[in-house]
């Protein structure tokens, strides 16, 4: 028996929905981010992810932070975990912040608890050996200070990932390796992603977390300790209705920083699961283009298409026939009122163009 | 004063409106063809090709020949024009049949009448210039027999259009030199093309033909004497539903050819005018781009478009913003139903696809 079965008592999940998604604009508006949309199958992204925990986490400790604006989408997807487990931010302030609310909300409930950090975003085509990979690290982390984190064994030297380089130390928990973690690395160039493919000593840096409440709370405070000190007011709070008043007024103050670089990358005691499971953070329209299947001439179709000499393209268009000639590996996204065009090769530079469009306060397309 | 001036009695106008414009899809659809679009200014084609031959042809003068299927848009878009004016073909039989209907149409009423046969869906940027060469065209037409017809000086070496070799009899009409056509040529090659202009001997065939009616009645009974004999009826029937009755029976049999195959190419007394007003054909999505205004960066905008390393391109949506990243050269038509894409050296390639979709039966879109 894992000390992490379904039935275990002490393992949370804090979904982190606060994501705006700008790279999948035109569909992903701000009042409909990414985590909000079925951009891959029938649900939403976060109804997926809740659906993906859920043999091993029940409903009531799975937790969830997002932006206030959403508040009235999260509550009707999401109907079936308890009202009191969504925190919902004022402002975004990176997940540092997030993290820490989180974990601050979980001691008064659950001071022993191990809380599995998860994107709302993410997809992973075996989800049952995600699941196992999960239960492995919360078994990892419950340990006293231990930081544990999924790395991806790499498929591909990926350019659009951070990648963690592995340590010597190895521990064997439940039959598997885990690793101390040497450092993180940021998102690399083509080189660099093939040497680190080559050298096998290199992850892919999932974005998943997996700590004791109280250890994380001790690193926040030790690395991090202004965030810990303007936070710490809401964890003694006794009422809903007061702790949501400290949280919008320390909120819009506090200072935005990733838990990765706010704390990850400095913490000593920090272990990585290596994992196998088919993930994607479906960071782009590209990635959306990889994970849906494609016909004969390569392309990805969601909507009615007809095309003379037209390859791996991701055509979304569900609402009106799109004909194409001579074109290939382009991006044709149409919604009601926007529609957007371009190369695979230039997706990434759809976050650009969302900003020139907020320079020129074009808000009834953002 | 020439013989044809704003007054004359003697110039008709016969508008061949009976095209598909299958170029023009998604915009152009069976119901309403490139002539009845507003696809360059506010009017539609036909109502800029009537407005632009007012000033010298009064509407009682001005005869429409169009398929049976557009009858109540255009009697709704020409409704200045004498509703017995309007010839409705019950199919499409090329424009050696509907030349022909018109002429023996045109013999009851004005027997010594100079018929000026105009494509409905051509654009001409002087249009008083072209009005002073159909009138000089008219004026070499009253000779018995000539077949006239206006050539357009070449502005660089086209392959979308066919040529005129002129030959070395001229006449001297109204200060302009008109001279004998050698022969009709085909579209060229691109090489072909350039030594064409370079030769200096050829022009552009416009497909505006100017002639007696019984000078052209006379060709046709020569060159095509099926034609002529099957049409015959309608030339002697008094009453309007008799004739009806005629064309609707006969029309179905005709032979579909053209009357630059049936008879300019075939014909002795040729002549040709040649012009320079800023003529095109409007004949592909190109074609269109190069008669619109362009930004800065190149790119024809009807809509609203934002873009990042876009230009060249051709951009047509009234309704949704367009977000373009990295493109050059592509043709953007969005309509209520359908959205085209595709480089701009592939316009003439619709046809294809539009083929395509007929072969599909996908009617709901043709």
Sequence with gaps: MTPFASSSPQLYAVI???????RFWPRSRRRRPKQLLNILGAQTMIEQTVARISPLIPPE???????????DQLLAALSHLPVENFLFEPVGRNTAACVTWAALWLRRRAPEAVMAVLPADHVM???AEFRQILATAAAVAQTANRLVTIGIQPTHPETGYGYIRVGADRLQVEGRDVF????????????KAEQFVAERRYLWNSGMFIWRVDSILHEIQRYLPQLASELQPVGTAQAADQQAAIIADVYPRLEATSIDVGVMERAQDVWVVP???GWSDVGSWRAISELLPADSQGNVVVGAHRGLETSDCLIYSPNKLVATIGLANLVVIETDD?????PKTRDQDVRKLVELLEREGREEVL
Tied chains: 1, 2.
């Design 338 to 342: 926007v529609l957007l065009i371009c």
């Design 275 to 277: 994992g196998s499971f």
């Design 16 to 22: 982190m929905a606060g994501g705006q998604g700008t």
């Design 125 to 127: 085509r075996d989800e």
């Design 61 to 71: 400790r799975i937790v969830v932070v997002a932006g206030e604006a959403h508040r």
């Design 180 to 191: 101390r973690v040497e450092r993180f690395v940021e998102k690399p160039s083509r080189d």
